[in-house]
């Protein structure tokens, strides 16, 4: 059994993993982020009652950039404190087993592949929607993270007057359009037609980020994850029109896009990381 961590800006999730399966979890709110010391304690003390378990590994997904083969994660997104956390030494210290640290979307990508969606699929794309659009990438059956863990950052290409991100999250909802998704979505199921329009809207602007996801990596399944990705209804027919003109249309005929199933399926992917799947 292992242990696998979800660490987030705003909460953190750690489960044990047997045979594919979390069987126990603990979550809790991040509080005050700005400092260290009380956040690296909330970490442990949400660790430390599944350790009960006769665990073999800990394994943690990040949103930041990783120094896998240190474990050190740096400039973490929406916790201040954390700009560069020697995490591995700090865990394998506290719990004396061996920890592995990598990007939270490419451990959202190894759970998809191994356990979820994608598990039958050797090339994959796991996109993850929410308060950014964040991408991770599996070729030949292998997670594949870059040179800095920075590889499929498709969310930071320029589109439009600025990047793909910042038209296919949440802040199409909040910034630019002054709502919310969870509003935008509960009124588009009641029939509001400004917001079906906006989510259809949405669905033309991810549609393009998968364009260019196709263009770079020729995948056979890409797996949309991420708060966002649960109103899969709402924008699947805008993003699907979209990709209607992509340039080789036998190769759109080949491809999948799924929608994730598993609420899990990050503590999933942070439990299956093992040191060679962290190397280029």
């Avoid at 260290?36 to 970490?43: C, G, P, V």
């Avoid at 994660?73 to 404190?81: D, E, K």
Wanted: proline content about 3%; aromatic content about 8%.
């Amino acid at each position: 059994m292992k242990i696998g961590v979800d660490l987030g800006g705003t909460k953190i999730k750690a489960g044990v993993e047997k045979n594919g399966s979390i069987i126990q979890q603990n979550t809790i709110l991040l509080q005050q982020k700005e400092s260290l010391s009380a956040t690296l304690t909330q970490l442990i003390d949400l660790i430390k009652p599944l350790t009960d378990y006769s665990v073999s590994s800990i394994g943690i997904g990040v949103p930041s950039v990783v120094d896998t083969d240190r474990g050190i994660v740096y400039n973490v997104a929406n916790i201040p404190s954390w700009e560069k956390v020697a995490l591995r030494d700090i865990l394998e210290e506290e719990f004396n087993v061996p920890v592995f640290v990598n990007n939270d979307v490419n451990c959202f990508t190894l759970g998809e592949h191994r356990y979820g969606m994608a598990k039958d699929y050797n090339s994959v794309v796991g996109m993850t929607i929410g308060t950014g659009l964040g991408s991770g990438i599996i070729i030949d059956n292998q997670l594949y993270i870059g040179n800095n863990c920075g590889a499929g950052e498709i969310g930071m290409l320029p589109y439009r007057d600025h990047t793909f991100e910042y038209y296919a999250c949440s802040n199409f909802f909040d910034a630019i359009h002054g709502t919310s998704a969870i509003e935008a979505s509960r009124e588009a199921l009641a029939g509001n037609k400004r917001a079906i329009s906006l989510w259809s809207e949405f669905g033309v602007h991810l549609g393009f980020a998968i364009k260019a996801v196709l263009y770079v990596y020729d995948p056979e399944v890409i797996v949309l994850g991420g708060s966002i990705a649960k109103a899969y209804p709402l924008f699947k027919a805008g993003m699907m029109e979209t990709l209607q003109d992509f340039a080789y249309p036998e190769s759109l005929k080949r491809l999948k896009i799924f929608q994730s199933q598993n609420d899990d399926i990050a503590m999933l992917g942070a439990a299956a990381l093992v040191a060679q799947e962290c190397k280029v």
